[in-house]
């Protein structure tokens, strides 16, 4: 081969190599650009996952604050069944203790009436009846 072939292959290879060259500049340069909107793109959903996290940890602390407001509300509403189970007992007493006194009224108005006719007899001059 002749130095002149040598050199038009060489030239041939190297306008190869700089199109190969200008290509890969190009493609790097679509990759750097895809890296930045991925980057801002990364950066966005960190911030995200970040706020999200803390709303996450705001509803734990909430729900722990629910769970506690009803675990009391359970013991006050248990104090209250109790307290209701006493009361009905009590009613329950006084309305047996009211029939009594009732009845013990009634017993006391019939000796009263008694006493009355016996007085109006008395007064009339009629002795008592026995």
Same mark, same amino acid.
């Given at each position: &081969?002749?130095? #002149?072939?040598?050199?038009?292959?060489?030239?041939?290879?190297?306008?190869?190599?700089?199109?190969?060259?200008?290509?890969?500049? *190009?493609? !790097?340069?679509?990759?750097?650009?895809?890296?930045?909107?991925?980057?801002?793109?990364?950066?966005?959903?960190?911030?995200?996952?970040? *706020?999200?996290?803390?709303? &996450? @940890? @705001?509803?734990?602390?909430? &729900?722990?604050?629910?769970?506690?407001?009803?675990?009391?509300?359970? !013991?006050?509403?248990?104090?209250?069944? #109790?307290?209701?189970?006493?009361?009905?007992?009590?009613?329950?007493?006084?309305?047996? *203790? &009211?029939?009594?006194?009732?009845?013990?009224?009634?017993?006391?108005?019939?000796?009263? #009436?008694?006493?009355? #006719?016996?007085?109006?007899?008395?007064? @009339?001059? *009629?002795?008592?009846?026995?």
């Amino acid at each position: &081969m002749a130095d #002149d072939d040598r050199v038009d292959k060489l030239v041939e290879v190297m306008a190869s190599l700089i199109k190969v060259s200008r290509d890969t500049d *190009r493609r !790097v340069n679509t990759l750097t650009e895809v890296v930045r909107e991925i980057s801002g793109d990364v950066k966005l959903l960190a911030e995200a996952s970040s *706020r999200l996290h803390e709303r &996450m @940890e @705001e509803i734990a602390e909430r &729900m722990e604050e629910i769970a506690a407001a009803h675990a009391n509300s359970e !013991v006050k509403i248990a104090a209250l069944a #109790d307290a209701q189970i006493k009361t009905e007992g009590v009613v329950a007493s006084l309305s047996e *203790r &009211m029939n009594e006194l009732a009845a013990a009224q009634t017993h006391t108005e019939q000796r009263l #009436d008694a006493l009355i #006719d016996i007085v109006r007899e008395m007064r @009339e001059g *009629r002795p008592p009846k026995s």
